[in-house]
């Protein structure tokens, strides 16, 4: 079955950074595009970034364009988001996103979240 493990949340003063990792498995990962979204505390989820399956193509939310990177390995089953510069309002819990075909339908898979507090 499809499982996405998020890692690498933390706490970290504001300016700093961290390397948030999703290991997938149970399905084709280099087929799927994947994406990074964010929930902060009281407010809706929201993507934040979104690479190809081949990774040759990115979008960002315009809250983290310039900060945000996000990068995959097909081998290692792996999509990362480096988060750079951060601020207080990044602080949210960060989750992985692949939609995947199954029996003819598209079907959203979510890991379990990695918090991401940025305060001094």
């Known amino acids: 079955q499809v499982q996405l493990v998020e890692s690498g949340g933390g706490l970290v003063q504001p300016g700093g950074s961290l390397r948030l990792s999703c290991a997938a498995s149970g399905f084709t990962f280099s087929t799927y595009a994947m994406s990074w979204y964010r929930q902060a505390p009281g407010k809706e989820r929201e993507l934040v970034a979104v690479?190809?399956?081949?990774?040759?193509?990115?979008n960002y939310a315009d809250s983290v364009k310039g900060r945000f990177t996000i990068s995959r390995d097909n081998a290692k089953y792996t999509v990362a988001l480096q988060i750079n510069s951060l601020k207080p309002e990044d602080t949210a819990v960060y989750f992985c996103k692949a939609k995947v075909l199954s029996l003819s339908t598209m079907y959203d898979y979510w890991g379990q979240g990695t918090q991401v507090t940025v305060s001094s």
């Open positions: 690479i190809a399956s081949s990774g040759d193509w990115t």
